[in-house]
């Protein structure tokens, strides 16, 4: 099991950037595929980003292609999200996951970070 605390959420304006961490413990990292969702206030929670056990593989949400940069390291047991060019529609409520190698679904969840963007 792994547990999971993301962190760097909060209140920016239109345009700036935000770098989102999901900090592990528990079993060891690297064996995990790891990705980033949101969910804003009144909608489903939607996929982001998503990153191999070995950082070797991203995708990406169309609406943050090109914006967003998901890594990890998997040293520091650590996922990043490098949000720039932030816009209103990213605002929501981010959370980190992680899932085994085999399984298709997200199996550890962490308690997520608000990122609020003004106009």
């Known amino acids: 099991q792994v547990q999971l605390v993301e962190s760097g959420g909060g209140l920016v304006q239109a345009g700036a950037s935000l770098r989102l961490s999901c900090a592990a413990s528990?079993?060891?990292?690297?064996?995990?595929?790891m990705g980033w969702f949101r969910q804003a206030p009144g909608k489903e929670r939607e996929f982001v980003a998503t990153?191999?056990?070995?950082?070797?593989?991203?995708a990406y949400a169309d609406s943050v292609k090109g914006r967003f940069t998901i890594s990890r390291d998997n040293a520091k047991n650590t996922m990043y999200l490098q949000m720039n060019s932030l816009k209103p529609e990213d605002t929501a409520v981010y959370y980190c996951?992680?899932?085994?190698?085999?399984?298709?679904?997200?199996?550890?969840w962490g308690q997520g970070t608000q990122v609020t963007v003004s106009s």
């Open positions: 996951a992680a899932k085994g190698r085999l399984k298709r679904e997200y199996e550890y």
């Open positions: 528990g079993r060891t990292f690297s064996v995990y595929h």
């Open positions: 990153i191999t056990w070995s950082g070797g593989s991203t």
